[in-house]
């Protein structure tokens, strides 16, 4: 084989996997977001506004599906449904991500205040 032949051929392989590659990144994607707040909670509300804005920001190639209150399931479920691939976004909170990710397990147990806000501090109002 000659040295040209080798390279249309190598040429060839390379054009055929780029196009396999990029076709389904141009096709659109769906995915499912659950969580479980009702639907006048503001984590739903909002969970509908960044799934609006993604399709707009993706000029569609990304669609969000919000489904709310447990309709997927409850957060264990969701939790193992995100591993299993059944889910692709949750909200969780840290207890549940840190029993899969044990860095996060350490921030659940931590406050949320610095210490130096929860140091007494001289009162300044006047004592009678």
């Not at 996997?17 to 096709?27: E, F, K, L």
């Not at 659109?28 to 960044?50: F, G, N």
């Not at 860095?103 to 929860?118: D, E, G, I, K, V």
Request: with cysteine; charged share 20%; glycine share 6%.
């Amino acid at each position: 084989m000659s040295v040209w032949t080798r390279r249309a051929a190598l040429s060839a392989a390379f054009i055929i996997s780029s196009v396999i590659v990029a076709g389904p990144a141009s096709a659109q994607t769906k995915l499912k977001w659950a969580h479980v707040y009702e639907i006048a909670e503001p984590y739903h509300t909002q969970a509908l506004w960044a799934a609006e804005e993604i399709k707009k920001r993706t000029d569609g190639r990304y669609e969000i599906q919000v489904f709310p209150a447990s309709q997927l399931g409850n957060e264990n479920q969701i939790n193992e449904g995100l591993g299993l691939g059944t889910v692709d976004i949750i909200y969780t909170g840290t207890s549940f991500a840190g029993s899969i990710h044990k860095p996060l397990a350490a921030t659940a147990n931590c406050s949320a205040t610095s210490p130096r806000a929860t140091k007494t501090r001289p009162s300044t109002r006047s004592r009678r």
